[in-house]
């Protein structure tokens, strides 16, 4: 069975604080790995998709890179507006299936 | 800046009673799908629709469960019955394409069901 699991289940850091967020998957073919970030009562919002292992996306204080196993989404220099769950989702198997596998996320909290 | 929308945001409903859950997807996305979180889990898929038509559902996606494309622009989720256990936020979708894509997310609608 797909499998994506994240840890921490919480993240507290001071502003200026660089962290590291991480998202392992157990998956039948993975076609794509994806972060979005969700604030809360929100709608996730997509940050980054990674498909193959070595890429690497970068957007203001974010990272994300993949490896065979797992991804990571460095956080650098945070500062409060990064507070936030971050959601790992992957695409997996067949090319006749597009869902979403997530995994359950991480709660980041900066404080100033 | 296209987005997807959804209405009501929150929906308190009685057990046992019928709800309509609405979306309005991206104008030119063709792939939609109703996702759902239970307060403090992971969001997990419902189901995907393309073409006028269910292409992929999973088990939580019952026979009390339905989605319709009434007309071009609308995609709704319909829950027959609803029970207790589905209180939730329900997230609805879009895509333009089903390939190595990321799916834009409406803002959820709040399903309180007493």
């Known amino acids: 069975e797909d499998q994506v699991t994240q840890s921490p289940e919480a993240l507290r850091l001071q502003e200026g604080e660089s962290s590291s967020l991480n998202c392992s998957y157990t998956?039948?073919?993975?076609?794509?790995l994806f972060w979005y970030r969700q604030d809360p009562g929100k709608g996730p919002e997509f940050l980054f998709t990674l498909y193959s292992a070595g890429e690497e996306k970068e957007k203001e204080r974010l990272k994300a890179t993949l490896t065979k196993k797992e991804s990571f989404l460095h956080i650098t220099a945070p500062k409060p507006e990064d507070s936030a769950t971050y959601l790992c989702?992957?695409?997996?198997?067949?090319?006749?299936?597009?869902?979403?596998?997530f995994g359950t996320g991480t709660r980041l909290q900066v404080f100033p | 800046e296209p987005e997807v929308t959804q209405t009501p945001s929150h929906q308190v409903t009685q057990m046992g009673q019928e709800v309509i859950l609405r979306c309005v997807p991206i104008s030119n996305h063709l792939y939609f799908y109703w996702y759902r979180q239970i307060l403090g889990q992971k969001v997990e898929f419902l189901v995907s629709f393309y073409n006028n038509e269910i292409s992929e559902k999973s088990e939580i996606f019952d026979d009390q469960f339905s989605v319709e494309r009434p007309d071009g622009s609308n995609f709704t989720l319909k829950i027959r019955s609803t029970k207790l256990e589905d209180s939730a936020m329900y997230f609805c979708?879009?895509?333009?394409?089903?390939?190595?894509?990321?799916?834009?997310f409406g803002q959820g609608t709040r399903l309180t069901v007493v």
């Open positions: 979708a879009s895509n333009p394409t089903e390939v190595r894509t990321e799916a834009f």
């Open positions: 989702a992957v695409q997996a198997g067949a090319y006749n299936t597009d869902k979403l596998i």
């Open positions: 998956v039948s073919g993975l076609r794509g």
